[in-house]
Each structure stands twice: as C-alpha cells, then as structure tokens.
T-cell receptor, first 115, second 113 residues
C-alpha cells in the first residue's frame, strides 16, 4: 500500500486566493482526519470523517475552511479566501478500527504558504 | 478539548546520553499513544499503552503509562542521532469512536553526534 497520499506537497499562494488540498486515504480505512500543524499551536484536528460523513468539524477555524469527502478514496480541504495566518503544514490521516486500536496513519503533509 | 502538556518542549543532548520526556493531562485516558515525526514527514506511531502502570519497551525506548492513566513518560537510553525528531503523545479518550485522539504539545529532540 502506498500509504496516505497528499497533494500538493507544497503550495505558495497570495492572500485572497482559493486553496484546495487533496488527500487519498489508505484503502479500506473508514476514518479520515485533517490536521493543521504550526510551531505555535502544534498539531490541531480540524475535521474528521467516518464512512465519508463529517462527524466533528469543531476544529475548523472559520467559515473560510471547508472539507468534503465525496467517496471513500478522496477528500479535499478548501480555504477560500486564504490569509497569511493560514500558513501551516496540513496533514491528512486515516485509520481503521480493524487495525491497531486508534492508530492513525499520516500523509506527508502539504506545506502551505500564504503571502 | 483534552489538553496534554508535554515537557520539555525542546531538548538538545549529546549522542549516548539518556533522556526522559513527559506527557501530562488532567483527564483520564483509556489508552495513550506515542508518535515520532521526522522533518518533512507526518507522525508515525511508536507504541500504544493501555493499562495503568503498563511499561513497554521498543529497543532503547521505554514507555510507561501512569497508574491513574493521566500521564505517560518516554525514556530513551543512549540516544542516537537517528532519534532526532518531534515526539508527540496522543490520548485516546474512549474506545468507541474514531474522534477521540488528542495530541500533546510535542517535544522536539535533537541528538548531537
């Protein structure tokens, strides 16, 4: 298995632009998580899906952020409009209750820079 | 939100030294995980401890879950440069759902050759 796949690996954009981050979870995993990591705030859970359904989006910072999971093999995190304070590394992770209790498998992350 | 505080936040040691990293919370967790994150990569699970007082060893790494399941420690013996990375503890609040993993603030370890 290729593991969790994220694209792009790096994104540089200007304030006000729309940014879309993509994630392909590990095949067979039924839970998907989006995290944001910064030096100041550490690793923060933004939203998670179970069986493609958003379960908890309380970590989404504001309405500029939205996430979708149209099928079991694909999810997107969109920021519109982007702001400099959104600059961070965004991770996608997936897990399955059938494999090692609550272990989450992380992708390599997308480093977002908003100028 | 379940808050997990890790200490120290930063640690820089010489190769061969021993070190201990702590993870503390006011909440009781059903289990606790330790992850290591290397630069440019996502966190990778090292171990899960489930029972209060449990001790697990992974080569030179020793993990302990507190008796009250509110705290944990990671001890590294004879640290190597390959141990360099960000160590994250993550508390599992209950066993029934997927939404229950809360990450600590992290300890950034640098092992100098």
């Amino acid at each position: 298995d290729a593991g969790v796949i994220q694209s792009p690996r790096h994104e540089v954009t200007e304030m006000g632009q729309e940014v879309t981050l993509r994630c392909k979870p590990i095949s067979g995993h039924n839970s998907l998580f989006w995290y944001r990591q910064t030096m100041m705030r550490g690793l923060e859970l933004l939203i998670y899906f179970n069986n493609n359904v958003p379960i908890d989006d309380s970590g989404m910072p504001e309405d500029r952020f939205s996430a979708k999971m149209p099928n079991a093999s694909f999810s997107t995190l969109k920021i519109q409009p982007s702001e400099p304070r959104d600059s961070a590394v965004y991770f996608c992770a997936s897990s399955s209750p059938l494999f090692r209790l609550n272990e989450q498998f992380f992708g390599p992350g997308t480093r977002l820079t908003v100028l | 939100t379940q808050l997990l505080e890790q200490s120290p936040q930063f640690l820089s040691i010489q190769e061969g030294e021993n070190l201990t990293v702590y993870c503390n919370s006011s909440s009781v967790f059903s289990s606790l995980q330790w992850y290591r994150q290397e630069p440019g990569e996502g966190p990778v699970l090292l171990v899960t401890v489930v029972t209060g007082g449990e001790v697990k060893k992974l080569k030179r790494l020793t993990f302990q879950f507190g008796d009250a399941r509110k705290d944990s420690s990671l001890h590294i013996t004879a640290a190597q440069p390959g141990d360099t990375g960000l160590y994250l503890c993550a508390g599992v609040y209950d066993q029934t759902g997927a939404n229950n993993l809360f990450f600590g603030t992290g300890t950034r370890l640098t092992v100098i050759p």
